[in-house]
């Protein structure tokens, strides 16, 4: 590893930055997992509790519900909602494969829906065409899982719309968009119930795996802190319906905890950031597009450029040791594992699949280090 890093002599660019923000409050971390080694309240510890309590505060979400991922996060909604064979699960084709698989895991049918061109999220026209497509399968169509691309929320208010015409609920995957507003209101309050992800390289990660799931729903909270421990009743001897093992671990409840208090800066350095990044390339390159109705959180920052040029751009800034990540390669209705699954036309993903490419973006990027970042993208 130290040999690695002497190596990269040149420009040293992060792609995200965990050194500088774990610098940054080293002292108050180390002091949250002494505190939870001191009391030894390993499983879901007060830290859990305290943790779900500041979400809730911080999204302005009644029921906060920790557990272990974001995919676990996604797979409790969908079983507090009972979803089962027969139903189909619309989710957006161009997206993290975690979307489909809880739908798949419980026997229920992902049905895959395009992407739009600009902002990458799924749309009301997608929606519908999805809907036609599952009921031409003879299949239930239940829930539409919104993914909240690279940060940027969808257009909420005209997907509940559509979704209450089809009597269908909507779930907000929102691993990449903790922190982002939709008209005005927190990420977390859309739809039945939002799952988000705590993985070390989303907006608010912590030190392992970890997720979430918001919801105003009284009820489906009760139920979600259920599943969360196998079903309990009671207690965990008393099994009222099929549950998981998906419980926040409490050190990183405890570090997250201390995340948090930075979170609201890093939101605002992240805003930052991509306007530098978008005032000085929009001319050289396609920058992101967001809605008037949204502030994106910036989970990345994604340009779009040439199919045939992005294979030797990216080789390029990797020789100026400039890291670059293709989120994602390959649409998930053209992966193996979901060729079999119904889709509508996704030619919007086939496409962004081999345009994107997505840059270095952290909260503790400069405007120095943005500027060789830019100036290395206009030279290609
Ligand atoms: C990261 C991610 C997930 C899964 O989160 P994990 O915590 O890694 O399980 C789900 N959906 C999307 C869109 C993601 O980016």
Same mark, same amino acid.
């Given at each position: 590893m130290a040999k690695q890093k002497a190596e990269i002599q040149k420009n040293n660019v992060a792609f995200i930055d965990l050194d500088a923000q774990k610098a940054l409050i080293s002292s108050e971390i180390n002091s949250a997992i002494a505190r939870v080694l001191q009391h030894g309240k390993y499983i879901l510890g007060p830290e859990v509790t305290e943790l779900e309590a500041a979400l809730s505060n911080y999204t302005g979400v009644s029921n906060v519900v920790g557990c272990s991922s974001g995919t676990d996060a996604l797979l409790m909604i969908l079983m507090a909602l009972e979803v089962k064979v027969g139903d189909a699960i619309i989710v957006p084709s161009f997206t993290f494969p975690a979307t489909?698989?809880?739908?798949?895991?419980?026997?229920?049918?992902? =049905?895959?829906?395009? =992407?739009?061109? *600009?902002?990458?999220?799924?749309?009301?026209?997608?929606?519908?065409?999805?809907?036609? =497509?599952?009921?031409?399968?003879?299949?239930?169509?239940?829930?539409?899982?919104?993914?909240?691309?690279?940060?940027?929320?969808?257009?909420?208010?005209?997907? %509940?719309?559509?979704?209450?015409?089809?009597?269908?609920?909507?779930?907000?995957?929102?691993?990449q968009s903790l922190g982002a507003e939709y008209k005005g209101k927190k990420i977390g309050s859309f739809g039945c119930a939002t799952a988000t992800s705590f993985f070390p390289a989303k907006p608010l990660g912590c030190y392992g795996d970890g997720g979430a799931v918001f919801t105003q729903d009284e009820k489906l909270a009760k139920k979600l802190k259920s599943i969360r421990v196998h079903g309990k009743g009671t207690d965990k001897y008393d099994n009222v319906i099929v549950g998981l093992n998906a419980r926040l671990d409490t050190m990183q409840a405890a570090i997250l905890l201390e995340k948090l208090k930075i979170f609201p800066e890093e939101v605002?350095?992240?805003?930052?950031?991509?306007?530098?990044?978008?005032?000085?390339?929009?001319?050289?390159? !396609?920058?992101?597009?967001?809605?008037?109705?949204?502030?994106?959180?910036?989970?990345?920052?994604?340009?779009?450029?040439? !199919? %045939?040029?992005?294979?030797?751009?990216?080789?390029f800034l990797a020789e100026e040791n400039i890291?670059?990540?293709?989120?994602?390669?390959?649409?998930?209705?053209?992966?193996e594992a979901y060729?079999?699954?119904?889709?509508?036309?996704?030619?919007?993903?086939?496409?962004?699949? %081999?345009? =994107?490419?997505?840059?270095?973006?952290?909260?503790?990027? *400069?405007?120095?280090? %943005?500027?060789?970042?830019? *100036?290395?993208?206009?030279?290609t």
């Open positions: 489909p698989e809880v739908a798949a895991l419980l026997g229920a049918t992902p =049905v895959f829906a395009d =992407v739009d061109k *600009d902002t990458f999220n799924i749309t009301v026209e997608e929606i519908e065409k999805a809907v036609a =497509v599952a009921k031409n399968e003879g299949l239930t169509p239940r829930a539409v899982i919104v993914v909240d691309l690279f940060g940027q929320p969808a257009e909420y208010e005209e997907i %509940q719309s559509v979704c209450n015409k089809h009597d269908i609920d909507i779930i907000c995957d929102a691993a605002a350095s992240r805003q930052k950031v991509a306007d530098y990044y978008s005032r000085n390339l929009n001319t050289a390159v !396609k920058t992101p597009k967001v809605i008037d109705t949204a502030k994106s959180v910036w989970a990345q920052y994604t340009i779009t450029v040439e !199919k %045939q040029q992005r294979g030797s751009i990216k080789e890291p670059t990540a293709i989120y994602y390669p390959k649409p998930l209705h053209q992966q060729k079999g699954f119904p889709k509508t036309d996704c030619t919007t993903s086939e496409k962004l699949s %081999q345009t =994107v490419l997505s840059i270095p973006m952290h909260p503790y990027l *400069d405007t120095d280090t %943005q500027d060789i970042i830019i *100036d290395a993208i206009k030279r």
